[in-house]
């Protein structure tokens, strides 16, 4: 079965640090990748996705990440991280050839001391 | 645009009763998705309709579990009988094509539920 790990569960740092959270994917063929976000008392957002090309892709917010196919990894990063950007990070991956439907991680839980 | 709406927002219940959960996709949205987040993990999917027809329900607990989206639209997810263990976010979200769906998904607040 398909599934998506995420190597943290939570993360603590201070505003101005760099942050890079893991993600990776069991193997499934052509895939599509998000990161979502989640902000206290907020539903899920998206924050950036990748379908092709560049494998470095822009988000909002300042964040970025990088698809490694060989590695079947989908990490997430920003080099400097604000208070608000205190949130729960889920990774999720669309495995093409099991459907349109998206299997998430675990989540990171991220707090970004002031 | 209007989002993904959910009611209700919270639900307590004992255990054994029934519950049900609604949700209004956003408009033109073809696939609505029934996910699951228990406190701590990530969301996990119950059922996929694409219109009014089921995609995938392989992880909906069909004892227990029900689900509809009888004209394309809205949809209701029934628990009965609760149990404890179904304590948790259920989230509904869609997404608009029906072909080439790339997966990107539109999430409501979801509904908390509390099974005492």
């Known amino acids: 079965a398909q599934s998506v790990s995420q190597h943290n569960h939570h993360v603590i740092l201070s505003e101005a640090a760099s942050l890079e959270l893991g993600c990776n994917y069991s193997?499934?063929?052509?895939?599509?990748l998000f990161w979502y976000v989640q902000y206290p008392g907020q539903h899920l957002q998206l924050l950036l996705k990748y379908f092709s090309g560049d494998p470095l892709v822009k988000g909002i917010k300042g964040f970025e990440a990088e698809f490694i196919k060989s590695k079947f990894s989908f990490n997430l990063r920003k080099p400097s991280v604000q208070w608000s950007d205190t949130a729960e990070y889920f990774c999720a991956v669309n495995f093409r050839a099991a459907g349109n439907k998206l299997t998430f991680g675990g989540g990171t839980r991220v707090l970004v001391k002031p | 645009e209007a989002g993904v709406a959910q009611s209700p927002r919270y639900k307590i219940i004992e255990k054994r009763q029934s519950v049900a959960f609604w949700c209004n996709p956003i408009s033109g949205h073809a696939t609505l998705y029934w996910y699951q987040q228990i406190l701590g993990q990530g969301p996990k999917l119950l059922i996929q309709f694409q219109n009014n027809g089921v995609v995938d329900d392989s992880q909906l607990p069909k004892d227990r579990f029900s689900a509809e989206r009888l004209k394309g639209v809205d949809s209701t997810l029934k628990i009965q009988p609760a149990k404890l263990e179904d304590s948790a976010v259920y989230l509904c979200?869609?997404?608009?094509?029906?072909?080439?769906?790339?997966?990107?998904?539109?999430f409501g607040e979801g509904s908390r539920l509390t099974v005492l």
């Open positions: 979200a869609s997404s608009p094509r029906t072909s080439g769906n790339t997966g990107e998904l539109f």
């Open positions: 193997y499934g063929g052509t895939v599509n």
